[in-house]
Each structure stands twice: as C-alpha cells, then as structure tokens.
Nanobody, 130 residues
C-alpha cells in the first residue's frame, strides 16, 4: 500500500531546531505534491506547509511562516521540514501527506478537510519544552 514515513522528531527546548523528513514507500513520490500537518493531543489536525510536485511553489500557514522551511531533497525522494525557533505550541505529532497539488494546498490552508488527501504517514512526535 502507498505510504509515507516521517522521521526526525524529538524533544527540544524553546528556540531549538529540528528537521523532519518524509520519505515515500510504494509509489512514485515526485508525482505528488506534499503537505505537512500536525496534531496536538486533543486538538484537530492542522496544516503547516506545502510544496508542489516540481518545487516551483511553497506555502506556509501563518504560525509557521518565517520559522519553518519545506524542501525536496536533490534525489526527489524525500521532503524535509526544517523547523527553527520552536515554541511549546509547536508540540504535536507531525504528519506528511501526498496528493494532487490543488488538493494538498487547499488542505494545508484549511479550505478542504485533510481527510481528502490520499496518502499519509504514521507521524513523528515533536515536543517543545518551555
């Protein structure tokens, strides 16, 4: 089955940095746009960042803008989320998801439900202490 695998999470203090990775399993990764989402305990899943299938476009929600950077590796098999200046409110499980670009971007923005996206990973935990 098509799947994405996230890694790179961990525990850091406020102001610290982490780089998350999203790797494909079972499908042609670079045919899809990718979104990063996060979910805090007891809260709804929310979009974080988006990258198009050809790296021509990125998008960040306001809370991530200026602190997070999404990118594809040169081999086009991995998408990264570089996070700096982390805050306690960034704590949560971070997921990546893949689908058609318009749908991924709309889901990251919150204009469509994230459940429309076709391919998901299992998530990686990010914990930021104050």
């Amino acid at each position: 089955q098509d799947q994405l695998v996230e890694s790179g999470g961990g525990s850091v203090q406020s102001g610290g940095s982490l780089r998350l990775s999203c790797a494909a399993s079972g499908f042609t990764f670079n045919y899809y746009a990718i979104g990063w989402f996060r979910q805090a305990p007891g809260k709804e899943r929310e979009g974080v960042a988006y990258i198009s299938l050809d790296d021509s476009s990125t998008y960040y929600v306001d809370s991530a803008k200026g602190r997070f950077t999404i990118s594809r590796g040169d081999a086009k098999n991995t998408v990264y989320l570089q996070m700096s200046g982390l805050k306690p409110e960034d704590t949560g499980v971070y997921f990546c998801a893949a689908d058609w670009a318009g749908t991924v971007l709309a889901a990251v923005k919150g204009d469509v439900n994230y459940t429309y996206l076709a391919i998901w990973g299992q998530g990686t935990q990010v914990t930021v202490s104050s």
